[in-house]
């Protein structure tokens, strides 16, 4: 698992969400960070990810996947949001 990954999966993340507002993405994005630093992977598969993402991710190979993540990466410290892009779907 390299940086390239997890920034995929951020990226992933906040595309995924319903809510397009900035702001509300953000707390998203914080509340799975705090999920990721307790290891709450289950509650991360069942209440944020879209039925698109869980149905191309079996919950066993996605639990399995952040664990090896969190193992090598360790927890979540910080980050700065640079820039902020609306996507108009």
Known sequence: MNIKTIIFITTVFL?????????????????????????????????????????????????????QTYNILGVYRNSTLKKAIKLNH
Do not use: W
Not at 16 to 29: R, Y
Not at 33 to 54: A, C, P, Q, V
């Open 15 to 67: 595309i995924g969400c319903d809510n397009h507002d900035v702001n509300n993405a953000t707390i998203e994005v914080a509340r799975f960070h705090s999920m990721y630093n307790t290891k709450e992977f289950i509650g991360i598969y069942d209440t944020m990810l879209t039925n698109e993402f869980r149905n191309s991710m079996p919950k066993n190979n996605y639990i399995s996947f952040m664990n």
